[in-house]
């Protein structure tokens, strides 16, 4: 193998690995650019909305999406279908079924708990429910989007062609809890059920072939905590105007001060919900051989 045949395949694109780096490369470069450059909008941003993480949030979503952009034109030389963020992924059915892969295990979860006696709904202090949902989606938004972005999009794709998607899955699912370590309360159990959660939102990916879609199940997931149930996300408090959910119940099942992402209800949930996946898939694949 020559020095040139160890960096650039047979297709005179990078190989594999190199790709990788040069993408995360990219990412680093992309976000001191648009942190730099979009530094007051993003500033005046995160005032408008009073809530901490907002510009940040915006910011590396816009950085990510540029990075994408140049890896896949200079990088790859393939379209964005290629990382399932083309067109045909974005359709309004893929969102909403989408958001509904998200939104509904965690909901059923927390429902179990409360009508279990393990959660209990508590008046807050009274506030503007549709402001406070505003400004949190304004911050979820973006949040969800850039994780997505840099734990299934670029990355993940280029592991599963690479050494295969059970791979992909392993590693970026393990990143995406580790990810999470800084969050307040990270205990171990919370970090395992993020890890899940980072392989309920890959099989997602791949049973939609949408990054949108895994984005709006992030999104759906994260929205019904913060803005339905008033709860923690990942440990981090949101605005609860009127009523809370609050623990009555042993931390391994609700998941305690990180919310209830972080016990085992969630995670039977989103068990639940890959049952579905797969038997949906195995059905339509039965149905395509019957005919």
């Known amino acids: 193998m020559t ?3 160890m960096f650039v395949g047979a297709d005179g694109r990078p190989r594999a690995l190199w790709r990788l780096i040069l993408f995360i490369v990219l990412v680093v470069a992309c976000s001191v650019v648009v942190f730099t450059a979009l530094a007051v909008p993003l500033s005046y941003l995160e005032r408008v909305n009073g809530l901490q993480g907002t510009s940040e949030a915006t910011g590396l979503t816009v950085s990510l999406l540029l990075a994408h952009w140049l890896a896949l034109r200079f990088l790859d030389r393939r379209p964005v279908s290629s990382v399932w963020m083309g067109v045909e992924a974005a359709r309004p059915r893929a969102l909403l079924y989408g958001f509904a892969l998200g939104a509904l295990p965690i909901a059923a979860a927390t429902l179990a708990l409360v009508l279990g006696g393990q959660l209990d709904v508590a008046d807050a202090p009274e506030g503007a429910w549709l402001n406070a949902a505003l400004r949190v989606t304004l911050l979820l938004a973006p949040a969800a989007l850039y994780e997505e972005l840099f734990s299934r999009g670029y990355i993940f794709v280029t592991l599963g062609r690479w050494l295969g998607w059970p791979v992909a899955v392993a590693l970026t699912s393990i990143a995406f809890g580790l990810l999470h370590v800084p969050n307040p309360g990270a205990d171990p159990l919370p970090i395992v059920m993020v890890t899940l959660a980072g392989v309920y939102l890959a099989v997602v990916l791949l049973a939609t072939r949408s990054l949108y879609a895994a984005w709006m199940a992030h999104l759906g997931w994260n929205w ?15 605005p609860r ?9 042993p931390d391994w099942l609700t998941g305690g001060a990180w919310g209830p992402e972080g016990g085992v209800a969630a995670g039977a949930g989103m068990l639940g919900a ?7 898939h195995a059905r339509r694949t039965n149905e395509h051989i019957e005919r």
Do not use: N, Q, T
């Open 3 to 5: 020095a040139r045949e």
């Open 241 to 249: 105007p009127g009523y809370e959910i609050v623990d009555d119940g």
């Open 224 to 238: 019904v905590m913060a803005v339905v149930l008033h709860v923690a996300v990942s440990g981090l408090p949101f």
């Open 274 to 280: 890959m049952a579905y996946l797969y038997w949906r």
